[in-house]
């Protein structure tokens, strides 16, 4: 009697339909499929050091290369909380790719937090620079003339009073 032994393995779907087609390839010999960056799919350069990839996590943005207060050392982290302050809630994959690749995202209906006051603008990404000496990035708020505001009016920087 013949006995078969199983065993587990990951692999691709790519992978199982070769050994299906051809019970004796070694699934070592099955070519990979192209990187991401090659079949199509952008990856997100980071804005800071230009070389190293973005990772999207729970709470924040990050350079793959990122390491916090080190000088001459990647620093870019950008917090999807960075709005909640405003009465918004946290950054979207969307909109974090947007700011990251230097594009300006629309911002409707903020608060102000001193001001109780409803507004809105664009936003930007920006590296900005503390007291302490440290360097962050965040999204920075840019009110243009020609953006018309939610009330119909010229002026979008305050829509209630």
């Not at 699934?27 to 499929?33: L, N, Q, V, Y």
């Not at 980071?46 to 793959?64: D, G, S």
């Not at 080190?70 to 969307?94: K, V």
Request: aromatic share 6%; hydrophobic share 35%.
């Amino acid at each position: 009697m013949e006995t078969t032994q199983t065993i587990a393995i990951a692999a691709t779907p790519e992978e199982i339909k070769a050994m299906i087609e051809n019970p004796d390839i070694d699934i070592r010999d099955i070519p990979k499929p192209a990187p991401a960056a090659a079949s199509g799919k952008r990856e997100l350069l980071c804005p800071a050091c230009h070389e190293a990839h973005i990772e999207a996590h729970a709470k924040f943005f990050k350079c793959q290369d990122y390491v916090k207060d080190e000088p001459g050392e990647c620093n870019f982290i950008l917090w999807r909380s960075g709005l909640t302050n405003f009465g918004r809630g946290p950054l979207t994959n969307a909109e974090a790719v947007r700011l990251i690749r230097g594009e300006q995202i629309p911002l409707k209906n903020l608060i102000g937090p001193k001001s109780g006051k409803t507004f809105n603008c664009l936003g930007q990404l920006a590296e900005v620079d503390l007291p302490n000496g440290r360097r962050i990035w965040r999204v920075e708020f840019l009110f243009a003339d020609d953006m018309e505001g939610a009330n119909g009016d010229q002026t979008p920087e305050i829509l209630t009073g």
